[in-house]
Every structure is written in C-alpha cells, then in structure tokens.
C-alpha cells in the first residue's frame, strides 16, 4: 500500500507571495490533517479534513487555509507568505475514526526569502 | 488545556545501551490517547504506539517497551540495546477523545546512537 505523498518536497518562494502544497492520503484514508513544524514552536496542528468538509481546525492565521477533493486528496494554500511561514509542512492521514493513528508524509520543506 | 512535555533535548548513548525516553502530559478529559511517533532524518514521521486512557498495561514490541503511568501522567518510552538505525528526534503526543486529527506533540527529544 502506497503511503502519504506530499509535492513538491521543496519549495522556495518570496515574501508577499502565495503557495499551494498538495497531499496524497493512504488509499481508503478519508481524513486529512495538515502540521507545521518548525525549530522553534515545533509540530503545530493546522487543520483537518474529512470527506471535502473541515473537521478541526488549529490556531492559525487566515492566510492559511486548505480544501479536500472527492478522491480524499487535499491542498493547503498560504497567502502572502512571510518570513516566518517557512517550515516543513507535514500532512497525515487516517480513516477518519476517533482517535485512529495518524500516517505522516515525508512533508514539503518551505523557505521564504 | 493539553500540554505534553518531554524534558530531554538530546541524549547521547552508544550502541547496546539502554535508553528511556521521557514524557509526562496534562489534560482534564477522563478520556484520551497518548501516542508516540519516531522521525527519521528524512522527515517523514513514523506511528509506533497508541495508547488510550483506560489501558495502563504497559507494551513491549521488540526492542521498544512503553511504560504507561496516569498516577504521574507519565508515557515512558525505552529502547533496550539501541542501534545506530534508532537515531531519530521521537515525539510523544496527545489528543482528547473528540479531536480528531489534533495531536498535541511534545517538542521532542533526539536521540543519537554512537557505534
């Protein structure tokens, strides 16, 4: 079974600029989560999704926001980036049940010039 | 408020030692699930535990044993005879009983073992 898959795996982008980052769940999977890390904060919650409708939702800015198509796949999009948004975004997936482990992609690595 | 906290930084051992890896957490729900999650350099963050609330029986898979205690809200992690391949940054974690998707993380503690 194929894992979850997250393009591009870097990404370099200017201050003021908007970006779009895409995750493959697991076969079967239907909710998705999205997690920023960086050295400082560490693994933050972004947001879920589960079948096209967003189930939780983190302590982020609205320039960070995400959707999830039919087949389960998703995207986050940031908007006007800033310097501080760069990051390794890392996406999850689960079939959705409470509390079912979450299966992490290799993530995309995010620099902000 | 959910808090997870895992004191060590970094820890440094040579290979065939023993290590443990600490974890204590805070939350108010009865109910919970503590999980922990190895990231290798590439990234990628691994499952390798999921523990509820109302199981204290502690688990031994291989090498790796959990030690859970809600006396002392402690999730102990210990690798007995570690390997090269176990270095990593291991996070612990914590979601409530109707978040689905969240998961609190520790800030992590990396581990290095030595040939």
């Known amino acids: 079974k194929a894992g979850v898959t997250q393009t591009p795996r870097y990404l370099i982008k200017t201050r003021g600029q908007q970006v779009t980052l895409s995750c493959s769940p697991i076969s079967g999977h239907r909710s998705v989560s999205w997690y920023q890390q960086t050295p400082g904060q560490g693994l933050q919650f972004l947001f879920e999704y589960f079948s096209e409708t967003q189930r939780n939702k983190g302590n982020f800015p609205g320039r960070f926001s995400g959707r999830q198509f039919s087949n389960s796949r998703s995207e986050m999009n940031v908007s006007t980036l800033e310097l501080g948004d760069s990051a390794l975004y890392l996406c999850?997936?689960?079939?959705?049940?409470?509390?079912?482990?979450?299966?992490f992609g290799n993530g995309t690595r995010l620099t902000v010039t | 408020a959910q808090k997870v906290t895992q004191a060590q930084t970094e820890i440094s051992v040579v290979e065939k030692e023993d290590v443990t890896l600490d974890c204590v957490y805070e939350?108010?729900?009865?109910?919970?699930?503590l999980f922990w999650y190895k990231q290798p350099p590439s990234g990628e963050l691994v499952f390798l535990i999921r523990?509820?609330?109302?199981?204290?029986q502690n688990e031994i898979s291989g090498r790796y044993s959990w030690n859970f205690q809600k006396s002392t809200s402690s999730f102990n992690f210990t690798i007995t005879a570690s390997q090269v391949v176990d270095s990593a940054v291991y996070f612990c974690?914590?979601?409530?009983?109707?978040?689905?998707?969240?998961?609190?993380f520790g800030q992590g503690t990396t581990l290095q073992v030595k040939p």
């Open positions: 939350t108010r729900d009865t109910t919970y699930y």
């Open positions: 999850a997936s689960s079939s959705g049940q409470l509390n079912s482990p979450l299966h």
């Open positions: 974690a914590l979601t409530g009983s109707s978040n689905t998707g969240k998961l609190i």
């Open positions: 523990r509820n609330s109302f199981d204290e």
